[in-house]
């Protein structure tokens, strides 16, 4: 056996060869092409994933167009191509902390210094332009996370969402007050309930809150 040492950063090239070979057929493997510290094309050729399941990990759109143009498009060799079973990348998430959006011409940061526009937002609108610059390139998954024909009927939130009486803002018991208590549901996920209209305002514009689906996510009491 080969005693010598590999050098920082390539000692597991070979493990990883190894792995993909005795891998079954019906494991998706990872494609990294993005931020790690081993980038798929450090180690393989596009030709070693031809032929199965590949989930892109990370990178932009435009890296990740690249790869999938590499594992898919014919070869003089008539390879099969790989089959592209999703993609993620975080990018997105922290752009949008210093202000800014992705589009297909790059970095956009004019939301930088606009005091209405949150960091849910800006991921909302790099989504939106992602989505828009994958239709562009003719790749889209063609069904829908539902059914289309089946109409969705969104229920707003009920005092009996509350998984505790204090107010989101004062601490109040919300069920002492003379009216019950108002309830939101933000696309946080979370339900807070507030004793009165005005401290639902007062949290929802001091934390920048969206609500889940418009006025129908809150309960006013009558």
Not at 65 to 80: V, Y
Not at 175 to 181: D, I, L, S
Request: charged share 25%; proline share 7%.
């Amino acid at each position: 056996m080969d005693d010598t040492v590999s050098p920082p950063g390539q000692k597991s090239v070979e493990k990883q060869f190894c792995l993909k070979d005795v891998i079954s057929e019906d494991i998706t493997l990872g494609y990294s092409c993005g931020a790690a510290d081993l980038l798929a094309h450090e180690f393989s050729d596009p030709a070693d994933w031809r032929g199965r399941r590949v989930h892109i990990l990370g990178g932009s759109p435009r890296k990740q167009l690249h790869a999938i143009e590499q594992l898919t498009w014919p070869t003089l060799a008539g390879d099969p191509p790989a089959q592209i079973v999703g993609i993620d990348w975080n990018g997105l998430h922290r752009g949008a902390q210093f202000g800014e959006f992705w589009t297909a011409d790059g970095w956009d940061a004019s939301g930088r210094d606009a005091d209405h526009v949150t960091v849910r937002k800006l991921v909302r609108h790099s989504l939106g332009q992602i989505k828009a610059f994958w239709q562009a390139h003719g790749i889209w998954p063609e069904t829908e996370p539902h059914d289309q024909s089946v109409p969705l009927q969104y229920e707003g939130p009920t005092p009996s969402d509350l998984e505790s009486a204090a107010c989101a803002v004062c601490e109040a018991n919300v069920w002492t007050t003379n009216r019950g208590p108002a309830v939101a549901e933000y696309d946080t996920g979370e339900v807070c309930g507030y004793c009165s209209h005005d401290c639902y305002f007062e949290h929802r514009t001091q934390n920048r809150l969206e609500e889940a689906v418009d006025e129908r996510s809150v309960f006013i009491p009558p």
